[in-house]
């Protein structure tokens, strides 16, 4: 069965941008109030952080879970470039408020903007080992706090939130 893809970028256009077409889908939760703000969210904030053509070809899916691996509120995965099109999966720890909800998506979309544009890149051998901006980084190396792609989407994430709340009231 092929799933529902829904496009809320033709239902509501801000002024940063008119026509994104970045396809999302949200899955792992009923609530389609939540659904809808999420893929709001997602296509305000890739609207600020993408160039119109690097959106155009973004596929994102949003996946609520339970249970993220160890202390993680969320992941950012690149999945696969096919012709023309580039599959991202965000994937949120879904029993929290939200406003958390929110915030993390933001973390995890400056995280999609880094893939998406390669400045961040993750080799699967060695596992640890990425790049960022053309330098090799050694996680096992440099503390959380210090990887500068971490830097970025903690530095960003609440001035993303705070705009997209300007523009929508999410307790409506």
Same mark, same amino acid.
């Given at each position: 069965?092929?799933?529902?893809?829904?496009?809320?970028? @033709?239902?509501?256009?801000?002024?940063? %941008? @008119?026509?994104?077409?970045?396809?999302? #889908?949200?899955? $792992?939760?009923? #609530? =389609?109030?939540?659904? @809808?703000?999420?893929?709001?969210?997602?296509?305000?904030?890739? +609207?600020?952080?993408?160039?119109?053509?690097?959106?155009?070809?973004? /596929?994102?899916?949003? /996946?609520?879970?339970?249970?993220?691996? +160890?202390? &993680?509120?969320?992941?950012?995965?690149?999945?696969?470039? #096919?012709? $023309?099109?580039? !599959?991202?999966?965000?994937?949120?720890?879904?029993? %929290?408020?939200?406003?958390?909800?929110?915030?993390?998506?933001?973390? !995890?979309?400056?995280?999609?903007?880094?893939? &998406?544009? %390669?400045?961040?890149?993750?080799?699967?051998?060695?596992?640890?080992? #990425? *790049?960022?901006? $053309? *330098?090799?980084?050694?996680? /096992?190396?440099?503390?959380?706090?210090?990887?500068?792609?971490?830097?970025? &989407?903690?530095? *960003? !994430?609440? $001035?993303?939130?705070?705009?997209?709340?300007?523009?929508?009231?999410?307790? =409506?």
């Amino acid at each position: 069965m092929k799933k529902k893809t829904l496009r809320y970028s @033709k239902l509501h256009k801000y002024p940063y %941008r @008119k026509g994104n077409l970045m396809e999302v #889908s949200v899955e $792992g939760i009923r #609530s =389609k109030k939540t659904k @809808k703000l999420l893929a709001q969210a997602a296509e305000f904030y890739g +609207g600020l952080l993408l160039n119109k053509r690097t959106a155009n070809i973004v /596929n994102l899916t949003i /996946n609520l879970k339970r249970k993220l691996d +160890g202390d &993680a509120e969320g992941y950012c995965q690149y999945m696969s470039q #096919s012709v $023309g099109v580039r !599959e991202f999966d965000i994937e949120i720890e879904k029993d %929290r408020p939200i406003d958390e909800l929110l915030v993390t998506l933001a973390h !995890e979309m400056v995280h999609l903007k880094q893939f &998406a544009t %390669r400045e961040l890149t993750s080799s699967h051998v060695p596992a640890h080992i #990425s *790049r960022w901006q $053309g *330098r090799e980084v050694n996680e /096992n190396l440099v503390n959380y706090w210090d990887l500068p792609w971490e830097i970025e &989407a903690h530095g *960003r !994430e609440r $001035g993303l939130f705070y705009r997209f709340t300007d523009k929508v009231d999410i307790y =409506k």
